[in-house]
């Protein structure tokens, strides 16, 4: 008989990392399976049954649906925005292929076991194109269906990607005589993501996490977006809190495939105050590259969540204030204390 697990991909990363450890501190005996391009830090070892291989592919995959019944599968693999402008193809491949590759094997799988399995994808703001910045400041809380005009490859990927999760979950086969049992397909639209403990790669949103990190740290940095840059926010513990709490939400409650979830607005300028506030020597400076710059304008300054506060009781744990004195801040000092 085949194992169940939780399948997360992209487990190593940021997102993978924080997910993984939850799901080992839940109570409720998990077996996950986890994949990376990339080994898991040593620390997680007896949490997941690790793969270090390639979301594409397709001969490993063969051989681990001959093993491995995937009740849950997590979709974090992705190549972030910044990352994907200078290599488009490969984030296509990545972000677009090996997105259809798992939902095709989710498909098949929820056929064969005659029960959906549940696939549950993180979308972004990437999704969102913001045509100027009057619009930007005009628009404020931007809804699921408002711009989704994405200027750069991530964000297309994410986009079309949220699509494909829909089809494969009400439109698949949709000619075949007998159709098949679909895939239970739900998606999150994050904003960006900071966490106390890890650091992103490859992102546009990283100069929030990359100044608090560098202040605690004692090192020079420099902000590449202006100081009114505004984004929405959320700190890692409620982007993990909403990937299960969307996953355990009944079916029937849902009205929509992909929810908008955020936490807080922010400027750079308002990051780097309240950095200085908790690292008094930090030298934080302005250095704009136009091109990233370019990028985080055309993203919304806020996202509406009333959809998934609605359906399925999201709720942020930290709004701002919560997120930088009780999580962000005496965790970073306490981490780089620990390691000086
Ligand atoms: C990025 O900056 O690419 C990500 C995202 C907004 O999804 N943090």
Redesign the pocket.
């Given at each position: 008989m085949r194992e169940k697990v939780i399948l997360i991909t992209g487990a190593a990363g940021e997102m993978g990392q924080a997910l993984v450890q939850e799901l080992s501190q839940d109570g409720a005996n998990n077996r996950v399976l986890t994949m990376d391009l990339n080994p898991m830090p040593a620390e997680f070892a007896s949490m997941t049954t690790h793969i270090t291989g390639d979301i594409l592919d397709e001969r490993l995959f063969a051989r681990l649906v001959t093993k491995y019944d995937f009740d849950v599968i997590f979709h974090l693999a992705a190549l972030?925005?910044?990352r994907a402008e200078f290599s488009p193809e490969l984030a296509h491949r990545v972000n677009v292929d090996g997105t259809l590759l798992l939902l095709q094997m989710a498909a098949d799988q929820s056929q064969a076991r005659n029960r959906p399995v549940q696939f549950i994808f993180p979308s972004?703001?990437?999704a969102y194109g913001m045509p100027d910045l009057e619009t930007k400041a005009r628009d404020g809380r931007v809804r699921e269906w408002d711009w989704n005009m994405p200027t750069t490859m991530?964000g297309c990927n994410k986009l079309y990607c949220e699509q494909l999760g829909s089809y494969f979950a009400h439109h698949y086969m949709q000619l075949a005589v007998n159709r098949p049992v679909m895939l239970d397909f739900r998606s999150l639209r994050?904003p960006?993501?900071i966490s106390a403990f890890t650091l992103?790669t490859g992102?546009?949103?990283?100069y929030g996490p990359e100044m608090l990190h560098a202040a605690a740290q004692g090192k020079p940095f420099a902000c590449f977006v202006r100081p009114d840059s505004a984004l929405p926010f959320m700190v890692m513990p409620d982007a993990v809190r909403a990937l299960l709490k969307l996953a355990t939400a009944p079916r029937q409650a849902l009205t929509r495939d992909v929810y908008n979830v955020t936490s807080f607005s922010i400027t750079a300028a308002a990051i780097r105050e309240r950095t200085l506030a908790a690292f008094p020597g930090a030298e934080i400076s302005y250095d704009v590259d136009t091109r990233r710059q370019g990028i985080v304008d055309s993203w919304p300054a806020d996202l509406s969540d009333k959809a998934a506060r609605r359906d399925w009781g999201w709720e942020p744990v930290y709004d701002v204030d919560r997120a930088f004195n009780e999580y962000l801040i005496p965790n970073i000092q306490q981490r780089y204390h620990k390691m000086s």
């Open positions: 972030l925005s910044t972004s703001i990437a991530y994050f960006g993501l992103p992102g546009t949103t990283d």
